[in-house]
Nanobody
Framework: QVQFVESGGGLVQAGGSLRLSCVAS????????MGWYRQVPGKQRELVAS???????YYGDSVKGRFTISGDNAKNSVYLQMNSLKPEDTAVYYC????????WGQGTQVTVSS
C-alpha cells in the first residue's frame, strides 16, 4: 500500500517562503499525478495544487501566483514552493494522488504569523 511522507513545514512570518516535499513509497506519479492538499481544524481538506504526469498544473485561486508545484518521477516526489505566505495559509499540508483517495500521510504543519 502506498505511503506518503511530507516534510518542510514550519513557522514563518507573513511574506516568507517554505518548500514542502513529499515522497511516495510507490511510483504512482507517472500514472496520473499528484496533488497538495491542506486542512485547518473544523474545515474540509482542500486541494491547493496538482500536477499531472504530463506536467499540467492546477492551482487554487487562493494560491495562484504564489505557490508552485513540481514533481520528480525518478524520486517519486512532489514539491510545493510557497512564496508570499499569508496567515490564511496556515494549515496542515498533505500530498496524495490526484483523486485524493489514497491513504493520507501525517502531513506537515505550516504556520504563518502576521
Amino acid at each position: 500500500q502506498v505511503q506518503f511522507v511530507e516534510s518542510g513545514g514550519g513557522l514563518v512570518q507573513a511574506g516568507g517562503s517554505l518548500r514542502l516535499s513529499c515522497v511516495a513509497s510507490l511510483n504512482i506519479f507517472r500514472f496520473s499525478g499528484m496533488g497538495w492538499y491542506r486542512q485547518v481544524p473544523g474545515k474540509q481538506r482542500e486541494l491547493v495544487a496538482s500536477i499531472t504526469s504530463t506536467s499540467s498544473t492546477y492551482y487554487g485561486d487562493s494560491v495562484k501566483g504564489r505557490f508552485t508545484i513540481s514533481g520528480d518521477n525518478a524520486k517519486n516526489s512532489v514539491y510545493l514552493q510557497m512564496n508570499s505566505l499569508k496567515p490564511e495559509d496556515t494549515a496542515v499540508y498533505y500530498c496524495n494522488h490526484l483523486s485524493g483517495k489514497l491513504p493520507w500521510g501525517q502531513g506537515t504543519q505550516v504556520t504563518v504569523s502576521s
